[in-house]
């Protein structure tokens, strides 16, 4: 026998909640949309309507993998960042909210200007592509070493048409690259950062699903930003700008690795819960 729209959506955020899935009826609201290809607004409107057997199915597949604990983002295949879609797989990190603020920062300090902008992880492609898109002059050069993710945000570029101005190259930090060919305004990077002995205890969907590559680089959480303060000197333009997202408590460690010889230490600014997280940074 059919359910209607309500009573599908009561059965489901009641499994989600007893999972421990957070917000659970939001969820089961948002996988409901993606199924039936309708906004939250129709869910309401249309709350006696009866879904389909072939609706039904993917719908309760798709809640069971919520359910163990699977993102909504990697289910659905796609994740909002700075009012663009994104495609996302189990080979990229989500997209966050903290990293929208790192790319505003950027914005700010680059202006009106036609950057070169190098993303150092690139992951999804969320950061260069949205710069790109932001500023239509500028190129950027993405590195990763993850050839699964690079194919991922070169997809990401083609949805957004700006495949053209981009480069995704295979690397590790900036391993692959010359200093001789390039020399960037802007160098960005939202790198792994979490301590390993805090992976452990991070959400099940986190620390279960999300790659770990993209977020612990080992012990202490800031290998990545040693080799990016020490490295990125000779990649950068006198006066060019680095920016990186930092982990909640690292702002004093990466106060201490900055080396006053290359690097003039300009913010460290606050995300949304006034944690410090986007070091800015300017080459000397």
């Not at 939250?40 to 993998?65: C, G, N, P």
């Not at 930003?225 to 000197?233: D, G, H, N």
Request: aromatic content about 6%; proline content about 6%.
């Amino acid at each position: 026998m059919r359910s209607s729209i309500a009573e599908v959506l009561k059965e489901a955020a009641t499994i989600l909640e007893n999972a421990g899935v957070p917000e659970a009826r939001r969820e089961a609201g948002s996988l409901l949309s993606f199924v039936l290809a309708k906004d939250r607004t129709f869910l309401i409107s249309h709350a006696e309507d009866q879904v389909s057997d072939d609706s039904f199915e993917r719908f309760r597949e798709f809640i069971e993998r919520r359910a163990a604990g699977e993102p909504l983002q990697y289910i659905t295949g796609v994740q909002d960042f700075f009012g663009r879609e994104f495609r996302v797989t189990p080979d990229v990190l989500i997209p966050r909210p903290e990293t929208e603020l790192l790319v505003e920062a950027a914005l700010e300090k680059v202006g009106a200007s036609a950057p070169l902008v190098c993303d150092v992880g690139t992951g999804s492609g969320c950061i260069a592509v949205t710069l790109l898109c932001e500023l239509p002059d500028s190129c950027a050069v993405a590195v990763d070493k993850s050839t699964a993710a690079l194919e991922i945000a070169g997809l990401n570029a083609r949805n957004h048409s700006v495949a053209d101005r981009a480069a995704f190259l295979v690397s590790d930090c900036f391993d692959a690259l010359d200093s001789g060919e390039y020399q960037f305004d802007l160098i960005i990077s939202n790198p792994p950062y979490v301590a390993e002995a805090v992976v452990a205890g991070l959400q099940r969907e986190v620390r279960d699903h999300e790659p770990l590559v993209a977020l612990s680089p080992g012990p202490d959480g800031l290998s990545i930003i040693r080799r990016l303060l020490k490295e990125a000197p000779a990649f950068l333009k006198p006066n060019g700008h680095m920016l990186m997202e930092i982990g909640f408590d690292q702002g004093e460690a990466v106060q201490s690795l900055v080396d006053d010889v290359f690097w003039s230490m300009l913010d460290i600014l606050p995300d949304l819960q006034y944690i410090p997280r986007i070091v800015v940074l300017q080459r000397k």
